[in-house]
Each structure stands twice: as structure tokens, then as C-alpha cells.
Nanobody, 124 residues
Framework: QAQLVESGGGSVQVGGSLRLSCASS?????????MGWFRQVSGKEREGVAA??????IAYSESAKGRFTISKDNSKNIYLQMNTLKAEDTAMYYC??????????????????WGQGTQVTVSS
């Protein structure tokens, strides 16, 4: 079984909303670790969108701030509510877990275990 499984992607029009879910069975010898959402467009670097650090502090990319909300439940599944979607939000979105870091460091892509991704397409 995959440790991280994303769902909730799809095709929406500009201004619409989607809620991504990540079912987590991730296990680590380190008790506390970052979890987050990243996205990638072909030909571009993988970008941290939203993350939660071991203290529960949340960090967002500038693009996500004010539009997206990350949350985590008691089973360490994570979610990404995406509102007011724009065409530039089109990307493959990946759930990630396991980086050791704090605050905005959790938006860096190194040190993570990844899900397979779910495609989000925003069109006008």
C-alpha cells in the first residue's frame, strides 16, 4: 500500500473550488515531521504550496496565501481547500510527509516521501 494517496483533483473553471485529500499511512521513527502539499508543472520545479510543521505552524506560498487552506486531522491525513482557483494553479498536486523542519522550511521539497499526485486543471 502507498503511504500517501491523494484524491480530489479534477477540472474546474476559473474562480471555482476543489478540496484535495491525502490519506496517510506514513510511519516514521521520528515522532514529529512536516506534512504538506506541493505542485509541479511540466518543465518547472516542484513548488511548496502549503505545509504544517511539527508544532502545527502553517506556511503557505505567496500564491496560495488567502485562497488555500491546509488542515490535518487526528489520523494525520491532510487536506487542501482551494478556492478562487486561477489558471496558473493548474498542476499535478502531491501530498508529502516526513521532512524534518520548522515553519517555512517545510515548504522545501527535500527530505519528503511523496504520494503519486492528483491532477488539477483550471480553465476559463
Amino acid at each position: 500500500q502507498a503511504q500517501l494517496v491523494e484524491s480530489g483533483g479534477g477540472s474546474v473553471q476559473v474562480g471555482g473550488s476543489l478540496r484535495l485529500s491525502c490519506a496517510s499511512s506514513y510511519r516514521s521513527r521520528v515522532r514529529e515531521y512536516c506534512m504538506g502539499w506541493f505542485r509541479q508543472v511540466s518543465g518547472k520545479e516542484r513548488e511548496g504550496v502549503a505545509a504544517i510543521d511539527p508544532d502545527g505552524e502553517i506556511a503557505y506560498s505567496e500564491s496560495a496565501k488567502g485562497r488555500f487552506t491546509i488542515s490535518k486531522d487526528n489520523s494525520k491525513n491532510i487536506y487542501l481547500q482551494m478556492n478562487t482557483l486561477k489558471a496558473e494553479d493548474t498542476a499535478m498536486y502531491y501530498c508529502a510527509a516526513g521532512r524534518i523542519g520548522w515553519g517555512a522550511e517545510c515548504l522545501r521539497s527535500s527530505g519528503y516521501t511523496w504520494g503519486q499526485g492528483t491532477q488539477v486543471t483550471v480553465s476559463s
